[in-house]
Antibody, heavy 116, light 109 residues
């Protein structure tokens, strides 16, 4: 059974950093591209970033370029999202997802609240 | 960026057909694939993939869900609508990076 479990969310002040993790199991992690998708409270889904199966390619939405970094450790079957210079508008639930064009599997999400 | 436009809400009666539309600002089709996908999300839950590549049913999804379309115009159909289908539905394209529509909230009439 495919499982994706996010962790690392919480309350953080504007301008500070936070690192999210996503532990994957139930599939061969290094065969799949992975992504982060966020959802602000009561709002729709927004794609954040994607990383290729081997980590050689990364893609970001414009609003997070230069502030967020997606990475992975295939030996640990873990996906990461380093979030720097956080803003109030980054407040959202962050989901990790297995990507193959569509996002077939999702974690339960971790809530990041950016507030002073 | 490819922008996906959905109507915010749709009211439907149980047992009837629901048709949810998604229009892309440019084509999301290649010569081989229509790169549009559909998700269902209930409050407090993660999204669930329903349809991939415009018309392929994801694993475990009931056959009352179906998808169609190509180019810039796509449709998710639920027939017949059941009480468990009351949720928000999102389209998503993967032709050029990844973007989601704003979501359509399916409500009971």
């Amino acid at each position: 059974e495919v499982q994706l479990v996010e962790s690392g969310g919480g309350l953080v002040q504007p301008g500070r950093s936070m690192k999210l993790s996503c532990a994957a199991s139930g599939f061969t992690f290094n065969n799949y591209d992975m992504a982060w998708v966020c959802q602000a409270p009561k709002k729709g889904l927004e794609w954040v970033a994607t990383i290729s199966y081997d980590g050689s390619s990364t893609y970001y939405r414009d609003s997070v370029k230069g502030r967020f970094t997606i990475s992975r450790d295939n030996a640990k079957s873990t996906l990461y999202l380093q979030m720097d210079s956080l803003r109030s508008e980054d407040t959202a639930t962050y989901y990790c997802a297995r990507e193959l064009g569509a996002f077939a599997y999702w974690g339960q999400g971790t809530l990041v609240t950016v507030s002073s | 960026d490819i922008v996906l436009t959905q109507s915010p809400a749709l009211a439907v009666s149980l047992g009837q057909r629901a048709t949810i539309s998604c229009r892309a600002s440019q084509s999301v089709s290649t010569s081989s694939y229509n790169l549009m996908h559909w998700y269902q999300q209930k409050p407090g839950e993660q999204p669930k993939l329903l349809i991939y590549d415009a018309s392929n049913l994801a694993s475990g999804i009931p056959v009352r869900f179906s998808g169609s379309g190509s180019g810039t115009d796509f449709t998710l159909t639920i027939n017949p609508v059941q009480a468990d289908d009351i949720a928000t539905y999102y389209c998503q394209q993967s032709r050029e990076l990844w973007t989601f529509g704003g979501g359509t909230k399916l409500e009971l009439k």
